[in-house]
């Protein structure tokens, strides 16, 4: 029993459990991360994975950017005055394309043009580097969230991403905007936030399998945190950004219930 307890610490010493620079269990739009707004996951999902499209972004709508461009909080616009002209960003979109926006291979964005074109070249830069460098592939789409919070600060609310799927950004010169691209990889649940609530928090996330509907998945971790009643899932939030999961395959190499039958612990140590 020693020798399990020391073999899941060392597995689970792999894992970055800090809050301050770890997207898997804080994430934060920024310099590694791009927020999608007013998107449907399963429609992308749909789009992106299931029929291989390719998608595209979408800047902030010109009657916004004006207004964006005169202040100095970016964020600032969603939270309009009474006496506005503009409604809620969510509230436009809906009055000018309706439903038709969750289907049309476009990503909505909050950012202005240059904003967006700036930021994406940014994560393109960082991913290309980290794969020609590390040879890991690190840019994913984060889709659906789970909101929660730690029990010695519940008044902070972190967002943790649900399923994360492999993408590419291309473009086929510097003057054309970039597109995104499911790379065909592996894609799955946040074992990162799963070994958190199992150890911290004796919660089981559920783990997400390509045969799973994602509106099920979603359903499936709300029940398992009934126990949190602070927490929700967040099925739309969705994010473009940098996760790193260089020692994630050590971490499933170490698992026990992995390994070859007939093999035991004491062969592997």
């Known amino acids: ?31 590694k991360a791009l927020d999608i707004i007013d998107e449907q996951s399963a429609k992308i999902f749909e789009m992106l994975v299931e029929q291989e499209n390719t998608l595209s972004f979408l800047p902030l709508p010109e009657a916004y950017q004006q207004k964006i461009a005169d202040s100095e909080d970016e964020g600032s616009f969603f939270q309009t005055d009474d006496d506005s002209e503009l409604p809620p960003l969510d509230l436009y979109l809906e009055q000018k394309k309706g439903a038709a926006r969750f289907t049309d291979k476009y990503l909505q964005t909050g950012l202005v043009p240059a904003k967006l074109d700036k930021a994406l070249l940014k994560l393109e830069t960082e991913a290309h580097t980290m794969l020609q460098e590390q040879g890991v ?27 994360l799927i492999p993408v590419q950004l291309m473009r086929s010169s510097a003057r054309d905007s970039f597109k995104l691209r499911y790379t065909g990889e592996d894609l799955g649940s946040n074992l990162t936030l799963a070994a958190k609530l199992r150890t911290e928090f004796k919660l089981m996330l559920p783990a997400y399998s390509d045969e799973m509907v994602i509106t099920d998945y979603y359903q499936a971790v709300a029940d398992a945190i009934t126990a949190q009643p602070s927490w929700r899932v967040h099925q739309d939030k969705i994010g473009l950004g940098l996760f790193s999961f260089g020692k994630f395959q050590m971490y499933m190499d170490l698992d026990p219930t992995g390994w070859p039958e007939g093999k035991n612990h004491h062969s592997y140590l």
């Open 1 to 31: 029993m020693v020798v399990e307890q020391q073999l899941e610490r060392a597995r689970l010493e792999l894992l970055d459990m800090g809050l301050r620079s770890n997207p898997q269990l804080n994430y934060r739009s920024g310099s």
């Open 137 to 163: 592939e690190v840019l994913y789409l984060a889709l659906g969230f789970l909101q929660w919070n730690e029990p010695t600060n519940s008044s902070v609310s972190r967002y943790a991403p649900l399923i």
